[in-house]
Structure formats: structure tokens, C-alpha cells
């Protein structure tokens, strides 16, 4: 049962335009939301996350969403530029048995094209 | 420089051999997890470690053992027990604190000869 979900395994956008990536959880016990991003033969980094408490979260090019009622989540990029270029892994966390357990989608990759 | 060590970058195992993959964190995290990742899948955990001498089974644990003798070390060993052990595996922790993200390392693909 995939808990969090990534339907889109690519995206190509024009460099300078907007990218938005989507992720979609069924369970409604997570309360913290984190996006990373992933290049090649590396381990992910920590992009942005938000709390259940808000519906939105920015730091610079990078905004998160969080609509809880629809259960989705996303992350745009503005304006993309092509060193944006990797995977986007969402991920979600909720305490389970007294620790933090994180879930994690499928990913997408995009492309941001010059 | 604060982070998480994985090493080696890469590894091969020959057939019925158990391999070890270390894990080295100079954050000061008390939490530290081990995932594997496949091609067109997610990460999913394997095992996970929240203090000093205790950890607790992820969601494909089998064939896989850890031990956390110290705070800054969590290595993962691949036993032979492990039938579909290539992968790429990734090795993160994250403070006790509430709503923190894991860091993680740059991963140890392993592959079988």
C-alpha cells in the first residue's frame, strides 16, 4: 500500500518558468511533509518541509502546499533554472510506535530545459 | 564540517558473502535510519535506531542486520540471507526534535559479482 504518491515519474519545463510537483498521501496521520531533491549517485538533500498546522511555506525559488482535505501536496519552483534539474522525492512523517517514521514517494524527475 | 560519512561508494559481493556498510554521523543526532533505493521505486527503510544500543525493523529488514554500539556509528550488514541485495543504499539521522528532517549520506551501491 503506497502511502505517499508521486504520479508523475517526469517533468520537463523551459528554464524560467514555473515547476510544479505533486504528491498525493492517504493517511491522515502525517504532520510534517518534506520535499528533497536528488541528484545521480548521491543522497538526498533536504529541500523545504511543512508542518500540518499551515498550508503553505516558502524559501526563495521554493514554495510548498499543503491541502489537507484533498490529502496533496506540492512544490513549485520559480523561476526554474536548469541546475533545479534532478529528482524530487516527496515524504511524509508521522510518530509511530514513539519515533519519527518517514515515508517517501516514488519520486519524479525533471528536467528544466535552457 | 558536520554530516553523515557513507562509505565505501561502492561495493561487490560475491555469492554467500555478508558485506558491511558503515554509517558515520558527527551531527549529534540521536536518530539514525538505513534505506535502500531501486531503480523507479522510493526509499523504504530498512532498519532504524532511535538511542544507543537499540534499533528496531523496518519494512524489509530481512536478510539485513545493525548494530549501534555508539552514538555516531550505525552500520548495515548484508548477509547471504539477503537474495536481491544490489541496490543503493542510503544511510540518514536527524535529531530527536520533533518535526526535523533526516540528513543524509551519498549512499553505497552494492552490487553482486
Known amino acids: 500500500d503506497q502511502q505517499v504518491k508521486q504520479n508523475s515519474p517526469s517533468l520537463s519545463v523551459q528554464e524560467g518558468r514555473i515547476s510544479i510537483l505533486n504528491c498525493d498521501y492517504t493517511n491522515s496521520m502525517f504532520d510534517y511533509f518534506l520535499w528533497y531533491k536528488k541528484y545521480p549517485a548521491e543522497g538526498p538533500t533536504f529541500l523545504i518541509s511543512?508542518?500540518?498546522?499551515?498550508d503553505k511555506n516558502e524559501d526563495g525559488r521554493f514554495t510548498v502546499f499543503l491541502n489537507k482535505s484533498a490529502k496533496h501536496l506540492s512544490l513549485h519552483i520559480v523561476p526554474s533554472q536548469p541546475g533545479d534539474s534532478a529528482v524530487y522525492f516527496c515524504?511524509?512523517?508521522?510518530?509511530?510506535?514513539?519515533?519519527?517514521?518517514?515515508?517517501f514517494g516514488t519520486g519524479t524527475r525533471l528536467k528544466v530545459l535552457a | 564540517d558536520g554530516g553523515i560519512t557513507q562509505s565505501p561508494k561502492y561495493l561487490f559481493r560475491k555469492e554467500g558473502q555478508n558485506v558491511t556498510l558503515s554509517c558515520e554521523q558527527n551531527l549529534n543526532h540521536d536518530a539514525m535510519y538505513w534505506y535502500r533505493q531501486d531503480p523507479g521505486q522510493g526509499l523504504r527503510l530498512i532498519y532504524y535506531?532511535?538511542?544507543?544500543?537499540?534499533?528496531q525493523k523496518g519494512d524489509i529488514a530481512e536478510g539485513y542486520s545493525v548494530s549501534r554500539e555508539k552514538k555516531e556509528s550505525f552500520p548495515l550488514t548484508v548477509t547471504s540471507a539477503q537474495k536481491n541485495p544490489t541496490a543503493f543504499y542510503l544511510c540518514a539521522s536527524r535529531s530527536w526534535d520533533s518535526n526535523q528532517p533526516q540528513h543524509f549520506g551519498d549512499g553505497t551501491r552494492l552490487s553482486i559479482l
Open positions: 515524504a511524509a512523517s508521522a510518530i509511530t510506535s514513539g519515533t519519527y517514521k518517514y515515508i
Open positions: 511543512i508542518s500540518s498546522i499551515k
Open positions: 535506531s532511535q538511542i544507543v544500543n537499540d534499533f
